[in-house]
């Protein structure tokens, strides 16, 4: 079943808008490149993504996924600073690339304008997959939106 038609969701100084390929390919290479990201995200050992490792996943979770970048604004415009996706029962990855912006509380704001999309989109259920046993900050993050931990 393809994605619903992604939207911008907003939360004042905080956007979530669709990934445009292949314009923000570029704009999250660097991120894919972070040890951290790839460690946390990807798992332990990941090396690094070229720009075309990061189009080819932008491209297939873009198939089954509403795929967002992560914005915050900036006395310039919008500043990208990861992504983010709804991806049913596949998961719901949040990305923060931008080691300046993590720690901030702003993946509680973004799994929080996720949570509401799903619920307009008439979801009962969120799912969230592969969080490494040492990503602690994900871990919280996702148990104190209501998540429960199934496994290990």
Do not use: K
Request: with cysteine; charged share 25%; glycine share 10%.
């Amino acid at each position: 079943m393809a994605p619903a038609a992604a939207i911008v969701l907003q939360d004042g100084d905080l956007r979530l808008r669709p990934v445009r390929l292949p314009e923000d390919v570029a704009r999250a290479v660097a991120w894919y490149r972070d040890p951290e990201v790839l460690r946390f995200a990807e798992g332990p050992g990941t090396p690094p993504y070229d720009p075309t490792m990061v189009e080819r996943m932008f491209r297939a979770m873009a198939a089954r996924c509403e795929l967002y970048l992560i914005e915050v604004a900036s006395p310039h415009g919008w500043q990208a600073i990861g992504d983010a996706a709804l991806c049913g029962e596949a998961g719901t990855p949040i990305v923060i690339g931008e080691a300046a912006y993590r720690s901030r509380g702003l993946g509680t704001r973004v799994l929080a304008l996720l949570i509401a999309r799903a619920r307009t989109l008439g979801w009962s259920r969120m799912v969230v997959t592969g969080v490494y046993t040492d990503n602690e900050r994900a871990r919280r993050l996702y148990e104190r939106a209501g998540f429960r931990r199934c496994g290990e």
